[in-house]
């Protein structure tokens, strides 16, 4: 099993930033692939970013430029960093781990843009 533990979101205006961060535990290797999905309200979940050691981070594109995914093995934590938050970032935010052929979600935490 897998546990994905989120803080981080909340309210904030155009423009301005919010760090995400998402604490693994369970059967998680140092390798495994860590990242976030967003679920915008009454549209379908999407991936954002993802974070692969020994790949460069995966991206959509609107997160380019303006989203930073990193992770700290030791703690197997991974963060999203975002930076010029738009109205449209607006949804809650899951964290999300594939291990063995199943998926992890973690709860979910809100993050709202409000212009």
């Known amino acids: 099993q897998v546990q994905l533990v989120e803080s981080g979101g909340g309210l904030v205006q155009v423009g301005g930033s919010l760090s995400l961060s998402c604490a693994a535990s369970?059967?998680?290797?140092?390798?495994?692939?860590l990242g976030w999905y967003r679920q915008p309200p009454g549209k379908e979940r999407e991936l954002v970013a993802s974070?692969?050691?020994?790949?460069?981070?995966y991206y959509a594109d609107s997160a380019k430029g303006r989203f930073t995914i990193s992770r700290d093995n030791n703690k197997k934590t991974v963060y999203l960093q975002m930076n010029g938050l738009k109205p449209e970032d607006t949804g809650v935010y899951y964290c999300?781990?594939?291990?063995?052929?199943?998926?992890?979600w973690g709860q979910g935490t809100q993050v709202t843009v409000s212009s």
């Open positions: 999300w781990a594939p291990v063995r052929g199943s998926e992890y």
């Open positions: 974070f692969t050691p020994g790949r460069p981070p």
């Open positions: 369970g059967i998680i290797s140092p390798i495994n692939t």
